[in-house]
């Protein structure tokens, strides 16, 4: 009986692709690319964690997204996108590799592996996106607050879950919610107080805190007349 191919990893592959590639390392808080920079690649995160932030015409900055190792970012240049919507920015030290927009087509076009793979990437990122907006909408700032805990800390995705995350400050962690730095300050001290988190220079996460996401899930049901409402 013939064994089973190994799981297709993307950072070997990657690493054999010829020209239109570059790898660097960024130092915590180095930009990768900033709003308005030109659209010309896509990053491919190696090793460390970035975020990713909005800037509004008013001056007020929000964290849309929290990106780890084997994630993309910067894929909007291959839609027709010309100057990047975000920035990217690096929560502690990475290793990022950098593939030219033509390199990465050139890619996709040649290799179904990575073209399957890449593809699973843009649906869990689109799942992802609207789990974000119904949690915006629906839930409270305290289980916004863990939900994003537990994304950050890898729970839910395949393999061992880190348990400590990267030292993520509390204004971050508001502006991610949308909430106040002092509602989670209270809300980081009542996990703490319940044992779903500890603090130890950085915060480590534990299983727990599961109990707080899951309770009360919101979701919608119809009533007699057949309008949605919510739970």
């Known amino acids: 009986m013939a064994s089973a191919a190994p799981p297709f990893d993307p950072k070997d592959f990657l690493s054999k692709v010829n020209g239109g590639r570059t790898i660097s390392k960024y130092r915590k808080n180095q930009k990768v690319f900033s709003q308005g920079d030109a659209a010309d690649s896509i990053f491919y995160i190696q090793k460390g964690k970035v975020k990713v932030t909005v800037v509004s015409e008013q001056g007020k900055e929000a964290v849309v997204a929290i990106l780890g190792t084997d994630e993309f970012c910067g894929e909007g240049c291959l839609t027709g996108q010309k100057l990047r919507i975000a920035t990217v920015t690096a929560m502690a030290e990475c290793e990022i590799m950098r593939i030219d927009k033509d390199a990465m087509i050139r890619v996709l076009h040649d290799e179904p592996a990575f073209s399957e793979m890449f593809v699973e990437h843009l649906l869990l990122r689109t799942i992802r996106v609207e789990e974000d907006l119904v949690d915006q909408l629906f839930n409270s700032s305290e289980k916004r607050l863990a939900r994003a805990l537990l994304l950050l800390a890898n729970f839910g995705k395949e393999g061992r879950p ?67 409402r919510e739970a």
């Open 162 to 228: 880190e348990a400590i995350i990267a030292k993520v400050s509390q204004e971050t962690l508001a502006e991610m919610i949308g909430t106040t730095r002092s509602r989670v300050s209270f809300f980081m001290n009542k996990f703490r107080r319940l044992g779903f988190i500890s603090y130890n220079g950085r915060v480590e996460v534990h299983s727990s805190l599961l109990g707080v996401v899951l309770y009360d899930q919101p979701q919608l049901n119809r009533n007699k007349t057949g309008a949605a």
